[in-house]
């Protein structure tokens, strides 16, 4: 039921959803599917799959992304940190991979945190169902004859005698058009925009995009809904027997900060995978541009949190990764465009950053990089080097602008020995842990419920609620989390409207 007050309404529903990424698509599916009223509230635009195919790539990431992919995390050096905004969450704007979290990294989550009942055993039926409706597969690299990136890539893991394996992505009929990261415009990724929320929307879920939640609502205990804006500029009441907070590892701390919901834990401890981009000439034609994302993996430092994969490669994602280089320099590349490859050497960070809500609706993100990391860092270009060049590289460049082009591994040596922290040009795409769930003591802000200490009424199920760094792209262990989180909800057979 609505009602109108002026330029203020009021919206009863059974339980509110807040995001409607990987975490938020989880909750309303299955709340839906139990026979409760759903209503979720998304911050960006809706986009369907005409929509991304009709846009340019440049346009879809302005639209897609919150600033347009270009959030400062401030610190030495600025981190700029990448995150979707849309109907779909970041699944709409990411590589679609799915991993399943190590159970080692489960039991050690479980340790540390306080917390158990998250362990492989007992997400293993929700990561089952994910697979089964999201319909994974093993992707060749050599699929439609493309992908020659990722071929180099296990030539040159191959003659180190290093472990690599082909990604595990949520696509069915890939095309390889090379737009994973502004949006699949053919419809084969399987985001959370064609799938679980179509199917939450059947069963009678209501997703309401362009609508801006400015705070929960509370009486110093219980939450019972959210003030929101929408597409309009009008503000809406939604008035909810239960709220699921899934507005990601952003905008969850933000808003809890907002509402004085554990103002003080929330948003302490945003943990960071960071992604170094290296840029490698081959001498025979490479044609990056002809493929998809992310087909093979370098496995072999994965315990150490190091990662290596290709990206995207288009001209203008190579001007960006180039923009702080002179226009000279920059244009030689564009001329050896058919010979590059982009890749993407990920590393799980030890310090951590913070989110601080600030008046007006904004935030300010800070990043502690320990000595430690900078090593990692160093360490972990050293190895994305060696395998490219084990490949057949005979140019790569850091993503360093003052650094020039390197040949050898010698060269890649005094690199290593030169380089600063303040150097590095970093970007992020995975943040986590920013409302982590632990015990209260040992600086959870959610219990093993999901709920914020000292609240009812009240779940977080995204990306914020893990209790660590991943070390692995997090899809696969955010959804895993929501669905248990949700699964708990519904056992415990709270009341419906």
């Known amino acids: 039921m609505r009602r109108a007050f002026g330029r203020q309404r009021s919206v009863d529903t059974d339980v509110l959803v807040i995001g409607s990424g990987a975490g938020g698509s989880v909750a309303a599916l299955e709340l839906a599917a139990a026979g409760r009223q759903v209503t979720v509230l998304e911050e960006g635009p809706r986009a369907d799959t005409t929509a991304l195919a ?5 346009e879809n990431m302005r639209n897609l992304y919150r600033n347009g992919g270009l959030t400062p995390v401030l610190g030495t050096p600025t981190i700029v940190y990448g995150e979707g905004r849309a109907v779909g969450g970041t699944t709409l704007v990411n590589g679609g991979l799915l991993w399943e979290p190590p159970p080692a ?22 990561l089952k169902t994910v ?11 050599g699929d439609g004859g493309a992908n020659r990136d990722s071929r180099l890539l296990a030539v040159g893991a191959d003659r180190l005698g290093w472990r690599w394996q082909h990604a595990r992505r949520v696509v069915q009929g890939c095309l390889h058009r090379n737009r994973c990261t502004t949006g699949c415009p053919s419809g084969a990724k399987q985001s959370m925009a064609v799938s679980y929320l179509p199917r939450a929307e059947a069963l009678g879920a209501h997703i309401r995009p362009d609508t801006r939640v400015l705070r929960l ?5 219980t939450v019972h809904g959210a003030l929101a804006t929408g597409p309009d500029g009008a503000r809406t009441e939604y008035r909810a027997r239960s709220v699921f907070l899934a507005a990601g590892p952003l905008g969850t701390p933000g808003l809890l900060q907002r509402s004085r919901i554990q103002q003080r834990r929330a948003g302490r401890d945003l943990a960071l995978h960071v992604n170094l981009r290296t840029v490698a000439r ?6 990056a541009h002809d493929g998809t994302i992310f087909t093979a993996q370098l496995k072999e430092f994965g315990d150490r949190g190091i990662l290596v994969m290709p990206s995207n490669v288009s001209r203008g994602a190579l001007a960006a990764a180039l923009a702080g280089r002179d226009p000279a320099e920059v244009t030689q590349y564009l001329d050896d465009y058919d010979r590059l490859g982009v890749y993407t050497t990920q590393v799980r960070l030890h310090g951590t950053a913070t989110v601080r809500a600030l008046p007006g609706g904004g935030l300010l993100l800070r990043h502690n990089m320990t000595a430690v990391d900078h090593g990692a860092l160093v360490e972990a270009f050293r190895i994305g080097s060696r395998l490219l060049l084990a490949a057949g590289a005979d140019q790569l460049t850091p993503p360093v602008s003052s650094a ?8 890649v040596e005094e690199f290593c020995r030169r380089v600063r922290p303040g150097d590095w040009e970093l970007v992020s795409v995975h943040g986590m842990a920013s409302a982590r769930m632990a015990q209260a003591e040992r600086g959870g802000v959610c219990d093993e419920r999901g709920r914020p200490y000292g609240f009812e009424g009240l779940r977080v199920c995204d990306a914020s609620v893990l209790p660590g760094v991943t070390g692995i792209s997090p899809q696969g262990t955010i959804m895993a989390f929501a669905h248990e989180i949700t699964a708990r909800f519904i056992e415990d057979g709270e009341p419906t409207a």
């Not at 158990?116 to 293993?124: P, T, V």
């Open 54 to 58: 009709a846009a340019s790539p440049a």
């Open 105 to 126: 990294l489960l039991a050690r989550w479980a340790a540390v945190s306080g917390i158990d009942g998250y362990r492989a055993a007992d997400l293993a039926p929700h």
């Open 131 to 141: 697979s089964a409706r999201l319909g994974p597969i093993v992707q060749q690299h």
């Open 217 to 221: 609502l509370h009486d110093g205990r």
């Open 282 to 287: 081959f001498p025979e034609r490479v044609a």
């Open 404 to 411: 020039p082009p390197l040949s050898t591994m010698a060269e």
